[in-house]
Structure formats: C-alpha cells, structure tokens
C-alpha cells in the first residue's frame, strides 16, 4: 500500500516541482513504483515529467469532479520511470466548481484509496497557496515534505505551514505529519543558509533530512528539456543529491512502519 505525501510550502519558488519530480525519478530509480500528482494549474510538474499538459484527454481535474478514475487519467512518463496524473490550465476552474461539491475537501483522498495499492509512494506537488486544491492534497495524505530554502522570508513561510497541518490534522486528517524538512538550493558558503540551517536542526531536530540539494546550473535546465536532473544528467550534483534523497525516504518510511 503506497505512503502519500505531499510536496507542500506556502512560500512560492521554493523548489516544490523540482523536488516532486527528482523525487519521483530517484525512488524510481531505486525500484519503487512511483505515482506523481500534480495539483497545480500551472502544470509544471506535468511538463517537467516529460507530458505535454496541452494534449492529455484526462487531468486530475477530471479525477477531482469524478467523471473519470486515476486509472484512467494517468498518463506513463516513460524516461522518468512513473505514472502521473497531469494537470494543465482546467485545473483552475476547479477552485470555483468544488466549492458547491458535497466532499469538496476528500475527493482526491477516495480516488487515491483505489489507487493505492499499485503504487509504494505517491508524490502530491501543491500549489504555494492554502486553495481548495491544497487542502484536497492535504487531507489525502499520511505526511508533507517541506523544501525549504535556507533564508529569512523561508522561515516565515515554514511557521504558516507547520500552523496549517496543525489545523488539518486536528480538523480533517487526523493522519497528517510532518515527514520532514529537505534543503535545497543550499550553499553553505553562504553564512546566513548555515546560520538558517543549524536553526531548522536545532527546532525540528531528526526533522531535518541529513540529504541536502546545492545549487546546480544542470538540475535548474532539466525542466526545459522535459525531463527531472535525475534523468536528464544524473552524473550532476543535484541529481546525485536527489537519489540520495530518495533512499533516505525509503529508509525513513521504512522505520516508521
């Protein structure tokens, strides 16, 4: 049965998709079978994943209004090695048609549950606000992996956060956790990213993944190309940094069961 997560932060530019997808394309690497989500309307992490968002026939918007099952939208992205159900520009029309829904906040969580079983992780890439789009990715979940950069307005972004899962757990998902906290664009010659570091480990303690994502030219162009760094030049930095990353995950999730 997989583990859900979701790739969450309040904060834009953080890294969320890039993080979705090299995540996606290491565990995937590591022989997990992989199912991407992509719960935002910009459809990047669909894009990033090597599917054109512009030709699919079923999104995930079809999924959340229930005319169609996450069988039946996810498309193969075959150079990455896993599924994803994409979304492109219809997704934002959802906002206002879920709102007069019954379930409006749990329909991707019953979609999921069918899914579940043929997958061991599935990545949910949210949009950076707290839209009905979110709250569906959040409700569905069992925890939320939070990129953050090492600098000031990040903390301020990550405080919103850590107060939002705690309303969701108490109110609506009593499952959802923190998994952890994954720096990225890290550069530790950079004094103010150390000193923001050693803050985030001294909070939120074993929270923190040992893993950390530098800044790397070649993970930064992988989007363009259509593919995650881990494909696209997996010798380079950022997308040795990802595998890692995911066999820290499997590992973490491993000792938690």
């Known amino acids: ?3 859900i997560f979701c790739i969450a932060n309040q904060k834009g530019g953080v890294g969320k ?3 979705t997808v090299n995540l996606a394309a290491g565990l995937a690497k590591v022989g997990q079978r992989v199912l991407v989500v992509d719960l935002d309307p910009q459809g990047n992490a669909t894009m990033g994943s090597g599917v054109d968002k512009r030709k699919l026939e079923l999104t995930v918007y079809d999924v959340l209004l229930e005319s169609a099952s996450i069988a039946e939208a996810k498309t193969r992205a075959d150079k990455a090695g896993y599924d994803i159900l994409g979304a492109n520009r219809e997704l934002a029309g959802a906002e206002v ?3 007069e829904l019954e379930r409006r906040e749990a329909r991707l969580k019953s979609a999921l549950a069918e899914a579940a079983p043929d997958y061991d992780f599935i990545l949910i890439d949210c949009p950076p606000s707290l839209s009905m789009l979110t709250l569906n990715g959040l409700c569905s ?3 939320v992996i ?5 600098e000031y307005f990040a903390l301020e972004g990550l405080t919103d956060l850590v107060n939002t899962i705690k309303q969701i757990h108490a109110n609506l998902n009593p499952d959802l956790q923190i998994i952890g906290l994954l720096r990225v664009m890290f550069d530790p010659r950079i004094t103010l990213q150390q000193q923001v570091s050693d803050q985030l480990k001294a909070h939120f303690g074993n929270k923190v993944f040992d893993t950390v994502i530098p800044r790397n030219v070649r993970l930064a162009e992988a989007p363009s190309y259509g593919l995650p760094g881990v494909v696209f030049d997996p010798s380079s930095k950022g997308a040795v940094a990802f595998v890692e990353f995911a066999k820290e ?5 491993g000792s938690m069961k």
């Not at 939070?146 to 090492?150: G, T």
């Not at 995950?249 to 999730?253: D, L, P």
């Open 141 to 143: 979940a069992h925890g």
């Open 146 to 150: 939070v990129p953050m950069q090492c």
């Open 1 to 3: 049965m997989a583990k």
């Open 97 to 99: 048609e879920l709102v």
């Open 249 to 253: 995950m499997v590992a973490r999730i």
């Open 17 to 19: 998709t890039t993080t």
